[in-house]
């Protein structure tokens, strides 16, 4: 199966930690994907992490993934209102094709 | 920066009318893809191509059709739009060969169009 699950929503006030998650099922599945789309653009390459590694930083950015649970989650550190965003997580399936979840909306308040 | 371009940016229509949405990279890249997504929902690839002359179908059944006669360039048609075609439209483009096997896709993407049909 292609079956990318996230929650929908996430709430965080401003400068605190934000962890999104997200659960993927195809075993083989070489690189995960974490995309940003702001209000009225396109999605962003935020971040991706190879298979064969449990965790990735980048600046403000860690991705965790443990592969036993197929669980891949992003966290964000000292989220900023520009934050504020939808973040897809993805999974590679074949050679041209990306499964996506449905995104979760993250909201930062003041 | 991703070079990728979508036009219209929005568009509003009449049943029965013909559009083509528009995508065009500046990236040289092969491979091109078309995806639908609704508001809540995962993004469904709807077409998709290798490179010149070569189009394929995506997971999502879609009654548009697309053409690649140019790298930079992979349009979109709907021959009679339906209330049921509203939607937004991303296109995307990567550099990731064919064949290597790695499963590594860095896709960029346009801004989308978002097309509403009455």
């Known amino acids: 199966g292609e079956d990318v699950e996230q929650s929908l929503f996430l709430s965080v006030r401003e400068g605190d930690s934000s962890v999104i998650n997200c659960t993927y099922t195809?075993?083989?599945?070489?690189?995960l994907y974490w995309y940003k789309q702001e209000p009225g653009a396109g999605l962003q390459l935020l971040t991706y992490?190879?298979?064969?590694?449990d965790m990735k930083q980048d600046q403000r950015l860690t991705v965790l993934l443990n592969k036993k649970d197929k669980h891949l989650s992003l966290r964000i550190a000292d989220t900023q209102t520009g934050d504020s965003a939808i973040y897809f997580c993805?999974?590679?399936?074949?050679?041209?094709?990306?499964?996506f979840g449905a995104g979760t909306t993250v909201t930062v308040r003041a | 920066e991703a070079d990728i371009y979508q036009t219209p940016r929005y568009l509003v229509i009449g049943t029965g009318k013909k559009i083509t949405l528009e995508c065009s990279q500046t990236?040289?890249?092969?491979?091109m893809y078309w995806y639908q997504q609704d508001p809540g929902m995962e993004l469904h690839l709807i077409h998709y191509?290798?490179?010149?002359?070569?189009?394929e179908k995506g997971d999502l059944s879609s009654e548009s059709t697309v053409s690649r006669i140019r790298t930079e360039h992979f349009p979109l048609t709907l021959e009679s739009a339906r209330p049921s075609h509203t939607s937004q439209y991303l296109c995307?483009?990567?550099?990731?060969?064919?064949?290597?096997?790695?499963?590594?896709?860095?896709?960029?993407f346009g801004s989308g169009t978002q097309l509403s049909v009455l």
């Open positions: 995307a483009s990567s550099a990731n060969p064919s064949g290597t096997g790695m499963k590594r896709e860095k896709l960029f």
């Open positions: 195809d075993s083989s599945s070489t690189y």
């Open positions: 992490i190879f298979s064969n590694m």
């Open positions: 993805a999974e590679s399936i074949s050679d041209y094709k990306l499964s």
């Open positions: 990236m040289g890249h092969d491979k």
């Open positions: 191509s290798y490179g010149v002359n070569s189009t």
